[in-house]
């Protein structure tokens, strides 16, 4: 794995400013918010706005995913719609249960990339309920499109009838469970918010905690908390190690005239080269 996944940015998909700031932002993810962010009346807005953002990918430091609203909330259709456009590099499915939901969701998106000719986007489910985290490895290894889980604590304390507070005890389990079944399937596990916004040092530590899980990376709610969470989420050796077979082998592949290979039986291309370098450039500093 080559990619730098440390940190994910939610940024309110209704809020024209917050989205232009998002531009300079070195979080490795942003992701514009159609969900918890933005209220109902806001949802049809939000989606022009973020469409419009899509049209200047170019400017963003950081690669750019957009979270949906939920597969039960009757909106995702419209959202899918709107948001998959050039530009676009995943999409956040939140509250995602069952594989089904999933496939459905993912019938649609291919049907789109098809019909508007556009490059394969990744997939990144939210486990939120219990529901969910008992189905965490089959949801996580449904789809080759799938390239990490997160895990949302706020709303499976909800479905489990426990109010909240720091490092809550109900949610040891799953916060234990979603990082093992995602390094089963192969895929990233990044780990739920820190609200805190004031407790930098809570935030560091959260982010230690989540690290010695499994976890590769965060999700964040301010920009404030980009370098606490990058400090801790430095990639490790055998991530650098992989990073620098995956960039030998690429070039490699290219002076004898070719692009795609493989790297121990996993198929690379120029993306998987790209994310390398930026891997191995972030160690030299």
Known sequence: MTRLFRSLLFVPGN???FLEKAKSLTADIVCFDLEDSVPDNEKKKARKIIEESLKTRSKYYSEVYVRTNSPSSGKILDDLDEIVRKGIDGIVIPKVNTVKELKKIENILSSLEKKRKLGHIALVPSIESAEGVVN???????SKRISAVIFGVFDLLNDMGIEYKKNPEGAKYARAKIPLDAKAAGVYALDAIWQD??????LKEDCTAGRKLGYVGKTLIHPDQIDITHKVFHPNETEIK???KVYKTYLQSTKKGKGATTVDGKMIDEVHFKRAKALLDLVKK
Request: proline letters at 5%; hydrophobic letters at 25%.
């Open 15 to 17: 809020n024209p400013r």
């Open 136 to 142: 965490t490895y089959d949801i996580a290894s449904s």
């Open 242 to 244: 992989w990073a620098q």
């Open 197 to 202: 916004l004031k407790d930098k040092k809570g």
